[in-house]
């Protein structure tokens, strides 16, 4: 048990559909990263929320986008839903951004299994 | 940028003792984790290297050479329940994303 919830767990959409997925933060964690897996790959990241403002972004289009509430919760938004978009979308939460020295350990959800027909 | 390469499945016997490699290429490194992910799970973490060398967790043991941009899982008396896969990941140093490996399926048989 990470302490990291995600809702909800699998949801299915049709091409060109808006998804919100949910995540709440383990306690006395203020940053959370969102990260898309397909099946059979690693994690890959898409964007980071640090005190509400995204702190770094990877190389997924401006459709996808995020939020971060003043408890530290967060939303990912995906808008024209896509077939490439199916994944699992996992939401993990930290102590710090990173911080020079950190370990990085990213304490993650269940995830949220996106199908997109 | 940055990569991380792994072999994508390993198979070896329950008791026995296995290694994953993770060889990389990134900008700006800090040290090495290693996640474990069972199928439908959530990736856990396992551990951390910011120095060459071996760090060991019961079981489970991880190794860094900077100098080589290479480092290894080392899995010790192997248990069915280690059949997941396990991804290296770069952390980050600063404000950076972490970057994972591309994975390995570890299979465990009796």
């Known amino acids: 048990e990470t302490g990291v919830t995600q809702s909800p767990t699998h949801l299915i959409k049709t091409r060109g559909q808006q998804v919100t997925l949910r995540c709440s933060s383990q306690?006395?964690?203020?940053?959370v990263s969102w990260y898309q897996q397909a099946l059979g790959q690693g994690p890959q990241f898409i964007f980071q929320?640090?005190?509400?403002?995204?702190?770094g972004r990877g190389n997924f289009p401006p459709r996808f986008s995020g939020l971060q509430f003043p408890n530290y919760s967060s939303e990912l938004n995906v808008n024209a839903l896509e077939l490439d978009d199916s994944a699992l979308y996992l939401c993990?939460?930290?102590?710090?951004?990173?911080?020079?020295?950190?370990?990085?350990?990213?304490?993650f959800g269940e995830g949220s299994r996106l199908t997109v027909l | 940028g940055q990569s991380l390469e792994q072999p994508s499945e390993v198979t070896a016997v329950e008791g026995a003792i296995v290694q994953i490699n993770c060889t990389y290429q990134?900008?700006?490194?800090?040290?090495l984790s290693w996640y474990q992910q069972h199928d439908g799970g959530a990736p856990t973490f396992l551990s951390y290297?910011?120095?060459?060398g071996l760090e060991e967790t019961g079981r489970f043991s991880s190794f860094l050479s900077r100098s080589d941009s290479y480092g290894y899982l080392l899995l010790q008396e192997l248990q069915m329940k280690d059949s997941a896969s396990y991804f290296c990941?770069?952390?980050?140093?600063?404000?950076?994303?972490?970057?994972f490996g591309t994975g390995t399926k570890l299979q465990v048989i009796p």
């Open positions: 306690s006395g964690h203020n940053t």
């Open positions: 990134t900008s700006g490194f800090y040290g």
């Open positions: 929320y640090y005190r509400e403002e995204e702190n």
């Open positions: 290297n910011a120095l060459d």
């Open positions: 993990a939460s930290s102590r710090t951004s990173g911080g020079a020295g950190g370990t990085g350990e990213l304490f």
């Open positions: 990941a770069v952390p980050p140093g600063g404000y950076q994303k972490v970057t």
